[in-house]
T-cell receptor, first 113, second 113 residues
Framework: NAGVTQTPKFQVLKTGQSMTLQCAQD?????MYWYRQDPGMGLRLIYY???????DKGEVPNGYNVSRLNKREFSLRLESAAPSQTSVYFC????????????FGPGTRLTVT | LAKTTQPISMDSYEGQEVNITCSHNNIATNDYITWYQQFPSQGPRFIIQGYKTKVTNEVASLFIPADRKSSTLSLPRVSLSDTAVYYCLVGDWLTGGGNKLTFGTGTQLKVEL
């Protein structure tokens, strides 16, 4: 099993450009999450998907959209990137409500200039 | 959401036991306590979860007093490889009301020779 994979690993954008961060998991997990982590800070939840077909806002959803394409894939889109969105983005998945254990991907380091 | 308070940093030496305490005075009846570990440039990794008393696994122990207003993560005989940030999370995922867990800033543990 590859676990949780994220693409790309690194990305530099100019202000106003758009891009989609991809996340996929091969563990048949129901829930998936997108977090951002700014330097020296903890993780903040952007959006989550409790199950296929559902998405909901987290703590910092402004400027982002998500798509739960199927059970495996959960993408995060920045429609018009801003320097404040410079961060490391982590995707995570969780099997179901019976556990608090999330499995995290390796992260995408995004810089917006 | 229950707010958590942890020490910003701790120092230890190889072979010592390390105890990291997390304060969560407004923990709710259905909330569980979960700890994660994060190495630089990696996503967090689940360590342990508990509701009350003591939980032990192959990596750590979690001590929760009867009033549940705090918890202590205990790492036995730490090594250099335990140098990481440790996050305490409190929330309710089992009944579906706590998808928005917050990681906070965590405790930076530094282990030296």
């Amino acid at each position: 099993n590859a676990g949780v994979t994220q693409t790309p690993k690194f990305q530099v954008l100019k202000t106003g450009q758009s891009m989609t961060l991809q996340c996929a998991q091969d563990m048949n997990h129901n829930s998936m999450y997108w977090y951002r982590q700014d330097p020296g800070m903890g993780l903040r939840l952007i959006y989550y998907s409790a199950s296929e077909g559902t998405t909901d806002k987290g703590e910092v959803p402004n400027g982002y959209n998500v798509s739960r394409l199927n059970k495996r894939e959960f993408s995060l889109r920045l429609e018009s990137a801003a320097p404040s969105q410079t961060s490391v983005y982590f995707c995570a998945s969780r099997p179901d409500r019976s556990t608090y254990e999330q499995y995290f991907g390796p992260g995408t380091r995004l810089t917006v200039t | 959401l229950a707010k958590t308070t942890q020490p910003i940093s701790m120092d230890s030496y190889e072979g010592q036991e390390v105890n990291i305490t997390c304060s969560h005075n407004n923990i709710a009846t259905n909330d569980y306590i979960t700890w994660y570990q994060q190495f630089p440039s990696q996503g967090p990794r689940f360590i342990i979860q508990g509701y009350k008393t003591k939980v032990t696994n192959e990596v750590a122990s979690l001590f929760i007093p009867a009033d549940r207003k705090s918890s202590t993560l205990s790492l036995p005989r730490v090594s250099l490889s335990d140098t990481a940030v440790y996050y305490c999370l409190v929330g309710d995922w089992l009944t579906g009301g706590g998808n928005k867990l917050t990681f906070g800033t965590g405790t930076q543990l530094k282990v030296e020779l």
